[in-house]
Each structure stands twice: as structure tokens, then as C-alpha cells.
T-cell receptor, first 112, second 112 residues
Framework: KAGVTQTPRYLIKTRGQQVTLSCSPI?????VSWYQQTPGQGLQFLFE???????NKGNFPGRFSGRQFSNSRSEMNVSTLELGDSALYLC???????????FGSGTRLTVV | SQELEQSPQSLIVQEGKNLTINCTSS?????LYWYKQKYGEGLIFLMM?????EEKSHEKITAKLDEKKQQSSLHITASQPSHAGIYLC????????????FGTGTRLQVTL
């Protein structure tokens, strides 16, 4: 059974650019959530999608957005990149709430 | 909002020694997860605890959720170099399922 797949694994972008990260959940999982991990702030929740609807959102600026497609694959987009957006972005998929969350290997974003 | 405090922040143990990592919550825990992370990589699921007094074991790792459900501990018996990494506890937000709040992590090093 394939795990959670995140692409790309590494990304280098310039300040002001935008970026799109992709996450393919485990087959059958309909919930996909995104997290940002930095040395200073640790792991922080960005947002969660279930059946193409955003159900929860963390305390991040509007530059951070996401969406989910009918096949449950999800993308997150960050516009007008800032140096502080450099982080490891992780997505997790779950079958239903309270049932366990499986994380992908992450996308390491570096903004220069 | 819920806050999770992990202790210790870092730990260096000799191979073969036992160790315990604690996770204390500011609120009642309804779903407590333990993950392990190698630097810069994704989170590996270890265990999930939901009921007060619950205890689960996998190989040499045991996790417990206390009766009052505000603290969890992770115990490793006879540590090995393969146990090295960052251990993170995560809790489901009581008001919004499918959102995990994480502790700051415990960095474990195992020396030969």
C-alpha cells in the first residue's frame, strides 16, 4: 500500500515568487492536512481538507492557500514568498478524524 | 488553544540504557500521538492513545496516557542507535478534529 507522496522533495525559490506543493494521500483517505515545520516555531498546522472542502485553517496569512481535488490529492500554494517561508512542509492523510494520521516525507522549501 | 510541553528537550543515552520522554498538555487529551522524525524527513507514526490509563507497546517502545489524560510518556527499553531521532507528541485539538498540535520535540542521541 503506497504511503503519502509529496512532490517535489526539494525546492529553491526567490523572494516574491510563488510556489505550489503537491500531496497525494493514501488511497481511500479523504482528509489531507498541511503543516509547516521550522526550527523556531516547530510544527504548525496550516489547513485541512476533506472531500474538497477546507474544514480547518491555522493562523497563517492569506498568502498560504490550498485546495483538494476530487481524487483527494491536495496542493498548497504560497504566493509572494518571503525568506521566513523557508521550511519543511509536511502533509498528512487520514481516513477519518481520530483514526491516525500518516505523514509524507515533506517538501523542503528554501527561499533565497 | 492547547499547548504541549515535552521534556527533556534533548537526551543523550548510552546504548542499552532505558529512557523516558514526557508530554504534558495544558488541556485534557482526546487523542495523543507519538511520532519519530529523522532530521529533515517526514514523521513516522509510533502510537496513538485515546483512553485514560491506556498503554501500548511496539517492540521496545511503550507509551502511556495517564488517567487524567493530561500527560503521556514514551519509554524506550534497551536503547539502540536506531532509536536516535526527534520524538514528537501530537494531540488532536479538542474543538476541531483533524488538526494536530505538536510539542516542541525531544532530540534523542544514542551513543555506543
Amino acid at each position: 500500500k503506497a504511503g503519502v507522496t509529496q512532490t517535489p522533495r526539494y525546492l529553491i525559490k526567490t523572494r516574491g515568487q510563488q510556489v505550489t506543493l503537491s500531496c497525494s494521500p493514501i488511497s481511500g483517505h479523504r482528509s489531507v492536512s498541511w503543516y509547516q515545520q521550522t526550527p523556531g516555531q516547530g510544527l504548525q498546522f496550516l489547513f485541512e481538507y476533506f472531500s474538497e472542502t477546507q474544514r480547518n485553517k491555522g493562523n497563517f496569512p492569506g498568502r498560504f492557500s490550498g485546495r483538494q481535488f476530487s481524487n483527494s490529492r491536495s496542493e498548497m500554494n504560497v504566493s509572494t514568498l518571503e525568506l521566513g517561508d523557508s521550511a519543511l512542509y509536511l502533509c498528512a492523510s487520514s481516513l477519518v478524524a481520530n483514526y491516525g494520521y500518516t505523514f509524507g516525507s515533506g517538501t523542503r522549501l528554501t527561499v533565497v | 488553544s492547547q499547548e504541549l510541553e515535552q521534556s527533556p528537550q534533548s537526551l543523550i543515552v548510552q546504548e542499552g540504557k532505558n529512557l523516558t520522554i514526557n508530554c504534558t498538555s495544558s488541556k485534557t487529551l482526546y487523542g495523543l500521538y507519538w511520532y519519530k522524525q529523522k532530521y529533515g524527513e517526514g514523521l513516522i507514526f509510533l502510537m496513538m492513545l485515546q483512553k485514560g490509563g491506556e498503554e501500548k507497546s511496539h517492540e521496545k517502545i511503550t507509551a502511556k496516557l495517564d488517567e487524567k489524560k493530561q500527560q503521556s510518556s514514551l519509554h524506550i527499553t534497551a536503547s539502540q542507535p536506531s532509536h536516535a531521532g526527534i520524538y514528537l507528541c501530537g494531540a488532536e485539538d479538542t474543538g476541531t478534529a483533524s488538526k494536530l498540535t505538536f510539542g516542541t520535540g525531544t532530540r534523542l542521541q544514542v551513543t555506543l
